[in-house]
């Protein structure tokens, strides 16, 4: 329980967050288009130390089994989740926007800062997996439907800067490069505003929103509740009832971690897919807002179920 109280406190403080940059919006101080100025700092700079940081660790044995069984869990999980979320729309007739809301989380920006506030950096290199899995499908499986495509990007799987810095942080990290102690805090401090900053954004981006309209969408508690719910309480079931927790020493804490990364709010990304393809942008943006709203309460209580089961 005493993990759960961590979560939500680190989740409050990043909400506090997020108000900030509404209300730097709506006194009219910056305008929302100001916060793509942002969001390119945090890709191109707090995103690429965070992980490099992440991955300047020892390597022996213990910590290759458990970035395998992370990438393993990744896998298994989005194995699960996108035929279920099939399943899922034929019952309840799910748009494009709301099927790829219940599959893909906000793995990356939320995550790898709340691992690293309530864990510790020593374990941020295990939440890339989920990351690194979540990307090759937003830009295959995610694209595809949301864009209603069927063509693949290759360029853009293997040419984003979350892949580059993942391939960078891995050469490090196999081949034990010994970065500077400078660079190294450097990438730290940069990499630590990861999370504030992308909060920040999504306040801006809040702040020409109607709300009210927002949360009278009685639809999008439906599809909050399996985000935030239903899809989590299947990778617990998964997790806690399968000998997976036995196959290294920190099983545990790693499944816990791939845990975090399903109880996510819905994944920013979708909303991008959405207004570049003209497929219910609004709607993917309101969506944002509600599970980000409610993840608040339920984030702590699954990973309390996490813990106590």
């Known amino acids: 329980m005493e993990l759960s109280y961590l979560l939500m406190n680190e989740i409050i403080q990043l909400f506090l967050i997020l108000l900030i940059g509404f209300v730097i919006v709506k006194t009219k101080i910056l305008k929302e288009k100001d916060s793509k100025v942002i969001s390119i700092l945090v890709l191109y700079a707090c995103v690429p130390c965070a992980l490099i940081n992440a991955f300047s660790v020892k390597m ?10 992370a990438f393993a869990a990744a896998i298994v999980i989005h194995i699960i989740y996108i035929p279920l979320g099939k399943f899922f729309a034929k019952i309840f007739h ?3 926007v709301e099927r790829m809301t219940l ?29 690194v899995t979540q990307t090759v499908l937003f830009w295959t499986h995610c694209k595809s439907v949301i864009s209603r495509e069927n063509s693949l990007d290759f360029k853009s799987i293997f040419c984003n800067v979350g ?12 081949f034990q490069i010994q970065l500077p102690d400078l660079i190294l805090n450097v990438s730290s401090k940069i990499g630590s505003m990861m999370g504030p900053l992308s909060m920040m ?15 009278s969408n009685k639809r999008a508690y439906l599809v909050t509740f399996f985000r935030l719910f239903v899809f989590p309480l299947v990778a617990i079931v998964l997790f806690k009832c ?7 020493e920190h099983a545990e804490q790693i499944l816990l971690i791939t845990t975090m990364a399903t109880t996510a709010p819905a994944a920013t990304t979708i909303t991008q897919f959405a207004q570049l393809y003209d497929n ?13 709203t409610f993840s608040i309460l339920t984030m702590p209580l699954m990973i309390a179920l996490y813990t106590l089961i």
């Open 60 to 69: 022996d044995k213990e910590t290759l089994l458990g970035l395998g069984l």
């Open 94 to 96: 799910f748009t494009d």
């Open 103 to 131: 599959i893909y989380s906000n793995s990356g920006n939320l995550i790898l800062p709340l691992v690293s506030a309530v864990l510790g950096n020593e374990w941020v290199i295990y939440s890339s997996a989920f990351m």
């Open 163 to 174: 892949i580059i810095s993942v391939f960078v942080g891995m050469t490090i990290f196999v």
């Open 201 to 215: 954004v999504i306040g801006m981006l809040f702040g020409n929103m109607d709300l009210k309209k927002v949360f």
């Open 242 to 248: 399968t000998p997976i927790t036995q196959i290294t």
């Open 280 to 292: 219910e942008p609004n709607y993917a943006s309101a969506l944002n807002v509600i599970t980000v």
